[in-house]
């Protein structure tokens, strides 16, 4: 059984910090290009970063130079350091893992961890 489970969302005031985690169990981890994605109120889900086992990572432009992802394979784990938060990146965030490979057509979303910019 697949599970992506994230953590370390919450409320923080702009200009703040939060460091997400997602856990990943039942698959594979090196096999996975691993992503993080948010959807607002209203919005559609939209890509904040992702990173392959190779470490290629490609961020919105949105969140360049404040936010870093990362992943530890030995692990199976992936974080996303946030930084200098604003309003905007209010949003719930979701854990991606999409297969390679063979495994292309293997796509798994996690339940995702509410983060919330407001003072």
């Not at 959807?39 to 969140?63: C, D, F, M, T, W």
């Amino acid at each position: 059984q697949v599970q992506l489970v994230e953590s370390g969302g919450g409320l923080v005031e702009p200009g703040g910090y939060l460091r997400l985690s997602c856990a990943a169990s039942g698959i594979t981890f090196s096999r996975y290009v691993m992503g993080w994605y948010r959807q607002a109120p209203g919005k559609e889900r939209e890509l904040v970063a992702g990173i392959s086992s190779g470490g290629a990572i490609n961020y919105a432009e949105s969140v360049k130079g404040r936010f870093t992802i990362s992943r530890d394979d030995a692990k199976n784990t992936m974080y996303l350091q946030m930084n200098s938060l604003k309003p905007e990146d209010t949003a719930v965030y979701y854990c991606n893992a999409r297969g390679i490979g063979a495994l292309t057509r293997y796509i798994y979303w996690g339940q995702g961890t509410q983060v919330t910019v407001s003072s």
